[in-house]
């Protein structure tokens, strides 16, 4: 059965960082175009960045020059590096695989910044 599991989540000061993992499991492979979305209570939910099976990324503007996706094909693995972490980064984070016309969806990991 296809899942994506994420970890890495938890509380971090403002300006610290975070690294996020996202393991594809049960067909998850390098085709999947991958990505990280956020949902903060009362909103909706948003993108963060998705990069393609060839490695093009794509990020938010509210996230460039602070987050990096990267993906370990060997492993199935997507990362978000998330650095200089703002209170307003604070939210679900949720992994999303994209193949034709599947989509699947993690269960999320919290991300607190707050001092």
């Known amino acids: 059965q296809v899942h994506l599991v994420e970890s890495g989540g938890g509380l971090v000061q403002p300006g610290g960082s975070l690294r996020l993992s996202c393991a594809g499991l049960?067909?998850?492979?390098?085709?999947?175009?991958m990505g990280w979305y956020r949902q903060a209570p009362g909103k909706q939910r948003e993108l963060v960045a998705t990069?393609?099976?060839?490695?093009?990324?794509n990020y938010a503007d509210s996230v460039k020059g602070r987050f990096t996706i990267s993906r370990e094909n060997a492993k199935n693995t997507v990362y978000l590096q998330m650095n200089s972490l703002k209170p307003e980064c604070t939210s679900v984070y949720y992994c999303?695989?994209?193949?034709?016309?599947?989509?699947?969806w993690g269960p999320g990991t919290q991300v607190t910044v707050s001092s």
């Open positions: 049960g067909g998850i492979n390098s085709r999947y175009f």
């Open positions: 990069i393609t099976s060839g490695g093009s990324t």
């Open positions: 999303n695989a994209q193949l034709d016309h599947w989509t699947y």
